[in-house]
């Protein structure tokens, strides 16, 4: 074997140690992060209850940024009145509620454009699942992937329910 050989298969074998490295680095920080595994979000506990009626809680703008900055985990449906598919979702919503005794917050989309949250929520309705003061989830009505959700209880449920544990 020639010298240049030899070198080349050294540099060669540390290109390889150095991608397996960086990509075991990458996985590590995945599985902290949450990448694999259980996601589901645990709410707060005030957001639990044995007999809730299906009424939403109204949000204030300032109530929304307190929430954020206490790093609150909860859900907000975000409303718009005369939309029909506002209605049905709204109906979806409340229904879910009561049969998970979940307490979930309202707040009308022109409220909504004045908090943090119009930053991910970009058209009404919606639903957005809040964790630890951030939104990590919410009902896209302009994305095809997510219009199940807006059109079959059922759907809905199978939405909300691969993030929030019940």
């Known amino acids: 074997m020639k010298k240049g050989e030899n070198k080349q298969k050294q540099v060669f074998g ?12 990458v996985l590590f920080m995945g599985a902290v992060s949450g990448w694999f595994g259980d996601s589901e979000i645990v709410l707060d506990e005030e957001y639990y209850c044995t007999e809730c009626d299906g009424e939403f809680m109204e949000l204030a703008n300032a109530e929304y940024e307190e929430l954020i900055n206490n790093n609150a985990t909860f859900v907000v449906f975000v409303d718009q009145g005369g939309c029909t598919t506002a209605d049905n979702l709204r109906g ?4 879910w509620t ?14 909504m454009k004045e908090t943090s949250l119009h930053e991910s929520v970009k058209f009404y309705p ?16 302009d994305a095809d992937e997510d219009a199940a959700a807006y059109n079959g209880h059922d759907d809905f449920v199978i939405w909300i329910e691969k993030y929030i544990k019940m």
Request: cysteine-free; proline content about 2%; glycine content about 8%.
């Open 14 to 25: 540390l290109v390889i140690a150095l991608v397996a490295v960086l990509l075991g680095g």
């Open 126 to 141: 919606s639903v957005a699942i809040v964790s630890k003061g951030k939104p990590v989830a919410w009902l896209r009505a």
């Open 92 to 95: 979806f919503v409340k229904d």
């Open 98 to 111: 009561k049969e998970n005794g979940i307490k979930v917050y309202r707040m009308m989309f022109s409220d």
